[in-house]
């Protein structure tokens, strides 16, 4: 009798700590999925252009039905990380889809990521020859050296120096989001706005539906991952859950604010490759020079855990072939980077995940029925 008691003080206090929300632990995560998410695509104002300022108002629904089904998302993957305890990158998609449909995205979802690392790598390049004037293979050397670096000393380390990362860089974007648009021509805005679905710039999507299914399809293949192993390593469940959903809430504020400034200003950036680089010149040359590093350093924290993923699901992490299949991944990366231009080479590559990563969260919601049954 007395075991069984102390047997059921155990798991009573195991269950106390999986529940406890350690805040500092918490804002870690949100730090590191901002970070993680702030990206090429993010960052330079490409992906928030072809997503959705480029619908107009319609873009705003679109952003919202994004948050929510990402704060599901988010929250899904790193609870399942943190009970399951995945030892192998392949048994999330298992977990979801079952063992056929989830070895087929698993081996769908390396081949995407190593891509997105790709466009990450040509954002680079696109930024040091918009902002410094220099060769864009400077930029993409720079990143993919950077990043192969970076992904050498492991999850636990790349989780703190994105987490430190995280919170600078979402308040640098709402500064600038706020200032652009308070001295934009607020007057002519009704009018300016009401003229984009008929202007001719580069959409993700025929409609902002589809713009919408692609963006989460490919979030979550990016996600999926990395938050489930963020999640294996939580302190509790409940700083995991408050964390990846606080991280979700956080980018969504900046990007809200993005959205409305590039709407305002889309005369002068339908053409633009780095969108937020021309905002941030309009402010000042100095804000544009620090832009143009929080941009690179958006990149930087996109590009390690994209790196890191891919190597992750071909070695064990820290094993020398780990290390030898992360340099080789970053050389072939920088080299495919410099074959398209940015803005194209993201308008193909992410639509095209993007609709196959939505069947993904399909899969989620069916699971999560399943758990509720």
Same mark, same amino acid.
């Given at each position: 009798?007395?075991?069984?008691?102390?047997?059921?003080?155990?798991?009573?206090?195991?269950?106390?700590?999986?529940?406890?929300?350690?805040?500092?632990?918490?804002?870690?995560?949100?730090?590191?999925?901002?970070?993680?998410?702030?990206?090429?695509?993010?960052?330079?104002?490409?992906?928030?252009?072809?997503? @959705?300022?480029?619908?107009?108002?319609?873009?705003? @629904?679109?952003?919202?039905?994004?948050?929510?089904?990402?704060?599901?998302?988010?929250?899904?993957?790193?609870?399942?990380?943190?009970?399951?305890?995945?030892?192998?990158?392949?048994?999330?998609?298992?977990?979801?889809?079952?063992?056929?449909?989830?070895?087929?995205?698993?081996?769908?979802?390396?081949?995407?990521?190593?891509?997105?690392?790709?466009?990450?790598?040509?954002?680079?390049?696109?930024?040091?020859?918009?902002?410094?004037?220099?060769?864009?293979?400077?930029?993409?050397?720079?990143?993919?050296?950077?990043?192969?670096?970076?992904?050498?000393?492991?999850?636990?380390?790349?989780?703190?120096?994105?987490?430190?990362?995280?919170?600078?860089?979402?308040?640098?974007?709402?500064?600038?989001?706020?200032?652009?648009?308070?001295?934009?021509?607020?007057?002519?805005?009704?009018?300016?706005?009401?003229?984009?679905?008929?202007?001719?710039?580069?959409?993700?999507?025929?409609?902002?539906?589809?713009?919408?299914?692609?963006?989460?399809?490919?979030?979550?293949?990016?996600?999926?991952?990395?938050?489930?192993?963020?999640?294996?390593?939580?302190?509790?469940?409940?700083?995991?859950?408050?964390?990846?959903?606080?991280?979700?809430?956080?980018?969504?504020?900046?990007?809200?604010?993005?959205?409305?400034?590039?709407?305002?200003?889309?005369?002068?950036?339908?053409?633009?490759?780095?969108?937020?680089?021309?905002?941030?010149?309009?402010?000042?040359?100095?804000?544009?020079?620090?832009?143009?590093?929080?941009?690179?350093?958006?990149?930087?924290?996109?590009?390690?855990?994209?790196?890191?993923?891919?190597?992750?699901?071909?070695?064990?992490?820290?094993?020398?072939?780990?290390?030898?299949?992360?340099?080789?991944?970053?050389?072939?990366?920088?080299?495919?980077?410099?074959?398209?231009?940015?803005?194209?080479?993201?308008?193909?590559?992410?639509?095209?995940?993007?609709?196959?990563?939505?069947?993904?969260?399909?899969?989620?919601?069916?699971?999560?029925?399943?758990?509720?049954?």
């Amino acid at each position: 009798m007395r075991s069984e008691n102390l047997n059921i003080r155990a798991a009573a206090g195991r269950a106390g700590a999986s529940e406890k929300l350690d805040i500092r632990a918490a804002a870690g995560i949100t730090g590191a999925y901002v970070a993680y998410m702030m990206g090429s695509g993010f960052s330079t104002g490409q992906e928030i252009l072809q997503y @959705f300022a480029c619908y107009g108002m319609a873009g705003l @629904f679109s952003i919202l039905l994004c948050m929510g089904l990402l704060i599901f998302a988010a929250v899904s993957f790193t609870r399942a990380g943190y009970r399951e305890k995945f030892q192998n990158p392949a048994d999330v998609y298992v977990y979801y889809c079952g063992k056929r449909l989830g070895r087929a995205y698993h081996y769908f979802t390396t081949v995407s990521i190593y891509l997105c690392f790709i466009v990450m790598v040509a954002a680079a390049g696109a930024a040091v020859e918009q902002h410094f004037g220099i060769s864009r293979i400077a930029g993409a050397l720079a990143i993919g050296a950077l990043a192969c670096a970076t992904v050498m000393l492991g999850l636990n380390s790349l989780v703190s120096i994105l987490g430190h990362i995280g919170p600078f860089m979402i308040l640098m974007v709402i500064l600038m989001g706020v200032i652009t648009i308070c001295r934009s021509n607020l007057t002519a805005a009704a009018e300016t706005i009401a003229r984009i679905p008929e202007m001719k710039l580069l959409r993700a999507s025929p409609s902002w539906v589809l713009a919408s299914v692609s963006y989460v399809g490919i979030s979550v293949v990016w996600l999926a991952s990395y938050l489930t192993s963020i999640g294996r390593r939580a302190k509790s469940i409940a700083s995991a859950s408050v964390g990846a959903a606080g991280g979700v809430i956080a980018f969504y504020i900046g990007m809200l604010l993005i959205y409305f400034a590039i709407m305002l200003n889309i005369d002068e950036l339908a053409g633009a490759q780095i969108p937020m680089l021309i905002l941030a010149g309009r402010i000042s040359p100095v804000t544009s020079g620090v832009f143009s590093i929080l941009i690179v350093t958006g990149i930087y924290t996109a590009s390690v855990p994209l790196l890191w993923q891919t190597a992750f699901r071909l070695a064990e992490e820290g094993s020398l072939r780990f290390k030898r299949i992360a340099v080789i991944l970053a050389a072939a990366g920088i080299a495919a980077s410099l074959l398209l231009p940015f803005n194209r080479l993201m308008n193909i590559v992410y639509v095209l995940i993007g609709y196959l990563g939505f069947l993904l969260l399909a899969c989620m919601v069916l699971k999560a029925a399943k758990i509720i049954k």
